[in-house]
């Protein structure tokens, strides 16, 4: 096929112009320095190279992009370009606002392969991913490297316990809604608001699923010291949780989880194996160890002991094995 190169540079009246040099052939064609403004306000500065926009098959399209300045939104990209990227993005991206992207991608009918830094609406996100079945995007899978600052992942996930995030994370998982989000997550988390607190220093190696938490957890927060290993689940109506959690100190009046007591402070070693929505209806064993709670009457100590609760025709039955305080 005929190399064909070619030079353009067009600006209209409201607004929109077009700057490119392009060359190649068409199932190879190279863009260099494309500067496009559109009336929605979107912008594309790079280099872009096409192959195989005309092919017999239907699965060799590859696109390889190096942008300067991609500034849109999940809407108007998508209308720039349809069949480029208009089953490449989930649709969850539209909580991201107005954003801007410098970085490199490569994008085949199944793959994409993205290094950027991202400016949102609702924070900055760097990513080093590599994303595969995007042919079915929003149950695609994909693995790397992010970092989150400052961003709002309760609005990204829409789940208003959630806030802010900074976070360096390797993920390696599938879906990007809350609903089918499902990956190994290994990282730190610097900062995350939940239920209205900030939390700072914390270390993750576990896999999180439409709201199930099952892993590895170590908090080094002024209210919150504590080594986490086990299972959280918050999926369904009634919560579960399977775990053993070393608590060093933790301040519940601060953390927002209980506000009877004007001091609420405790430490010791907690296993739990119990489900429930909440105190009143909780059923299963919990175990403590060497435990300590402070409040502002008076400081209580306990030995080990062991708490259980069940349900027999609506009745509620609670055992405690005799603790130890002083």
């Given at each position: 096929m005929n190399s064909i190169c070619f030079m353009m540079s067009l600006v209209l009246a409201n607004g929109p112009s077009l700057i490119l040099v392009f060359h190649g052939t068409l199932n190879n064609l190279q863009f260099d320095n494309l500067r496009l403004n559109t009336s929605s306000n979107t912008r594309v500065y790079g280099d872009l190279n096409f192959k195989n926009l005309i092919?017999?098959?239907?699965?060799?399209?590859?696109?390889?992009?190096v942008f300067s300045n991609l500034s849109s939104n999940y809407?108007?990209?998508?209308?720039?370009?349809?069949?480029?990227?208009?089953?490449?993005?989930?649709?969850?991206?539209?909580?991201?606002?107005?954003?801007?992207?410098?970085?490199?991608?490569?994008?085949?009918?199944?793959?994409?392969?993205?290094?950027?830094?991202?400016?949102?609406?609702?924070?900055?996100?760097?990513?080093?991913?590599?994303?595969?079945?995007?042919?079915?995007?929003?149950t695609a899978t994909y693995k790397g490297k992010i970092i989150f600052d400052d961003f709002n992942i309760g609005k990204f996930l829409e789940d208003p316990n959630l806030g802010k995030i900074s976070a360096n994370l390797e993920v390696d998982g599938k879906g990007f809604k809350k609903e089918n989000l499902s990956s190994r997550i290994k990282g730190d988390v610097y900062s995350i608001n939940y239920n209205k607190y900030d939390y700072k220093n914390i270390n993750v190696n576990g896999t999180y699923q439409q709201s199930v938490f099952n892993g590895a957890l170590l908090v080094d927060d002024k209210n919150l010291k504590l080594d986490f290993n086990g299972l959280a689940d918050f999926s369904k109506a009634i919560n579960a949780f399977d775990f053993t959690a070393n608590i060093e100190y933790l301040n519940l009046k601060a953390l927002n989880f209980y506000n009877r007591d004007e001091t609420s402070?405790?430490?010791?070693?907690?296993?739990?194996?119990?489900?429930?929505?909440?105190?009143?209806?909780?059923?299963?064993?919990?175990?403590?160890?060497?435990?300590?709670?402070?409040?502002?009457?008076?400081?209580?100590?306990?030995?080990?002991?062991?708490?259980?609760?069940?349900?027999?025709?609506?009745?509620?039955?609670?055992?405690?094995?005799?603790?130890r305080y002083h």
């Open positions: 092919s017999k098959t239907t699965n060799d399209f590859e696109m390889q992009g809407r108007d990209l998508k209308s720039l370009l349809p069949n480029v990227l208009g089953a490449s993005i989930p649709s969850i991206f539209g909580k991201l606002g107005n954003f801007n992207i410098n970085g490199t991608t490569k994008i085949t009918t199944t793959k994409i392969d993205a290094d950027l830094d991202i400016l949102t609406q609702i924070g900055i996100a760097r990513s080093n991913l590599s994303i595969s079945n995007v042919n079915n995007i929003e402070e405790f430490k010791g070693i907690v296993e739990m194996n119990m489900r429930g929505t909440s105190l009143d209806d909780a059923v299963g064993n919990i175990s403590f160890n060497t435990t300590n709670y402070k409040n502002e009457n008076d400081d209580y100590y306990f030995d080990d002991f062991q708490i259980t609760s069940s349900f027999k025709d609506k009745e509620r039955f609670i055992t405690i094995n005799s603790p």
